[in-house]
């Protein structure tokens, strides 16, 4: 019998080291052919203290707290550029990323059979991302740590980065992914002018969302244009162009794929670097075979509108307005795929609908939009009607997680990003026809200070002292070692999340009946999703049943 056994496990470990040499054969990449890799010596010089320069290329840390990147050229020179000039938040930010992975998953085996997983999942991603971004990928490659070569070479592992943001959907019921983005023209802007805002939560801890770049490009193909971004990432989030047309991506519900195909973020760089118009950005949305459903919201100086372009694995809808304003949270609301089950789905369960109808009352009360009004709907922290849903609740506009918040006025080709921490530090605005001209001698700051938006007030309360507590406890890969349930209850008392955190710290210890009555009470508050409501019920059965 035991030598059965110690077969069984013999021939199951060979199975196991095979499924992992094929994962790791199928999901190899091979770099660019082609690319002379001569102008890699190139090294970077500081002709003034603080101002970083590559040949016309350009890098400097301005005192709002964000970095300011130029680039030009063909794509590897760009990615090369880009990687030299950052490396120190190149390799910083994938030590964040791996940081929060272990985090998530502590376990050594199970991130390793992660990490094969994903390489396999991703064995095909070469093939759908076009030969211009991986080129660039490549340069930007160059400048990546060696210390993380066990998980890939850099190319393979920048690569698969940008396919983060489509594998965070399946995270979307841990609050990690829920942005927010509306635009107004004609009679419902102040001046009758197209403004566009956006909140982009995308959450994968503190560190993460530390170093924004504010990158301007000038390619040798292709429009100039801006885009917030971090260290390593070549693809989309928000961006505008030099023709006045502006990107920003929401997440929809997605089945679970079966492989990758192209990253959401470079589906919006592709838009953002080739199209001047709505039509041109859904052309390009079109060819592109996606594995995740996404918002694409398009400002349009040309056109003088915004519509957002809704597309899935299986089809593409464009929805428009009429009325002088479009919002986009997380569902679909088109024709074609709004009405499919998923998404209908998703719209009893979510907190989308919830805060799409939030922006539609303020947008209401509103009699003309403005950028700063923007800034204050997209910073505002209450309820439908509002009502005091507890902080950081995902049915609000601002759920104090936003990687950034941005405001565009494509026709002006002006845009407003906002500073730490979250959307409540200052906005400060850039000229993008200035910047994409400029050619920095002095270390001097290039935004346009006669138009910040200065700071939240939220900032300087006592609320906000408190809510920083409460944020150490706040998401499923924070350490809960010390979590005291009445502190969480008092730093956050309307939040029906504060009520789940102490249940679970009673359940834990088999404090049945107060765990039980801690999860009743988080029910009577503004919980924001279904899963979420489920869960606390199933907890009271729980509790009900061991106190029988």
Wanted: proline share 3%; aromatic share 12%.
């Amino acid at each position: 019998m035991l030598r059965m056994i110690l077969w069984i496990l013999g021939v199951l470990t060979v199975i196991i080291v095979l499924v992992m040499i094929y994962a790791r054969a199928v999901s190899s990449v091979s770099p660019p052919e082609g690319i002379s890799l001569a102008d890699t010596a190139a090294q970077v010089k500081e002709p003034v203290p603080g101002l970083q320069r590559l040949g016309k290329n350009w890098f400097r840390h301005s005192e709002s707290g964000l970095y300011e990147l130029y680039v030009e050229g063909d794509a590897f020179e760009r990615g090369l550029a880009n990687g030299k000039l950052t490396r120190e938040l190149v390799q910083f930010q994938e030590e964040a990323f791996t940081s929060q992975i272990k985090r998530l998953v502590p376990n050594e085996f199970y991130r390793s059979t992660l990490k094969y997983f994903i390489g396999w999942f991703n064995r095909d991603l070469p093939n759908f991302v076009i030969d211009e971004y991986k080129d660039e990928i490549y340069g930007v490659s160059q400048s990546a740590s060696h210390a993380f070569d066990d998980i890939g070479t850099p190319y393979e592992r920048i690569l698969n980065y940008h396919a983060a943001h489509d594998i965070g959907h399946a995270l979307q019921n841990m609050s990690l992914v829920g942005c927010t983005s509306f635009a107004t023209w004609n009679e419902r802007s102040q001046d009758s002018t197209l403004i566009v805002g956006r909140n982009f939560d995308f959450y994968v801890g503190d560190d993460f969302a530390r170093d924004k770049i504010i990158a301007f490009y000038k390619p040798t193909e292709g429009f100039g244009f801006m885009m917030v971004t971090f260290g390593g990432m070549t693809g989309v989030v928000s961006g505008m162009n030099d023709q006045g047309l502006t990107v920003t991506i929401n997440a929809a519900k997605s089945d679970i794929p079966s492989a990758s195909a192209t990253p959401v973020s470079l589906v919006a760089r592709e838009i953002l670097q080739y199209a001047s118009t709505i039509k041109e950005a859904y052309a390009i949305a079109e060819k592109r075979q996606m594995f995740v459903a996404e918002s694409f919201l398009i400002g349009s100086a040309k056109d003088r509108k915004a519509a957002v372009i809704e597309k899935s694995i299986e089809g593409i809808d464009l929805v428009e307005s009429d009325f002088g304003q479009i919002i986009s949270t997380n569902h679909f609301r088109g024709t074609k795929l709004g009405g499919t089950d998923l998404n209908q789905e998703h719209i009893k369960t979510s907190a989308s609908p919830y805060r799409y109808a939030r922006v539609a009352e303020l947008l209401a009360e509103v009699d003309k939009n403005s950028v700063q009004k923007t800034a204050e709907i997209l910073r505002n922290q209450k309820g439908l009607e509002n009502a005091d849903i507890g902080m950081g609740n995902e049915k609000l506009i601002n759920q104090l997680v936003a990687h950034h918040a941005i405001i565009f006025e494509p026709e002006k080709r002006l845009v407003w990003i906002s500073t730490a921490p979250w959307q409540l530090g200052k906005f400060v605005c850039y000229d993008l026809t200035k910047v994409l001209s400029l050619q920095p001698t002095t270390n001097d700051e290039i935004y346009e200070s006669g138009r910040t938006i200065p700071a939240d007030d939220f900032l300087k309360t006592p609320e906000y002292q408190t809510y920083l507590k409460f944020h150490a406890y706040r998401f499923p890969f924070a350490s809960r070692a010390n979590l005291n349930p009445d502190s969480i209850v008092a730093w956050n008392p309307k939040s029906y999340h504060s009520y789940m955190l102490a249940g679970d710290y009673y359940l834990a210890r088999k404090e049945w009946a107060k765990a039980a009555d801690t999860y009743s009470v988080g029910l009577k508050q503004e919980v924001a999703t279904v899963q979420e409501r489920e869960y606390m019920e199933r907890q009271i059965a729980v509790c009900k049943e061991e106190m029988q």
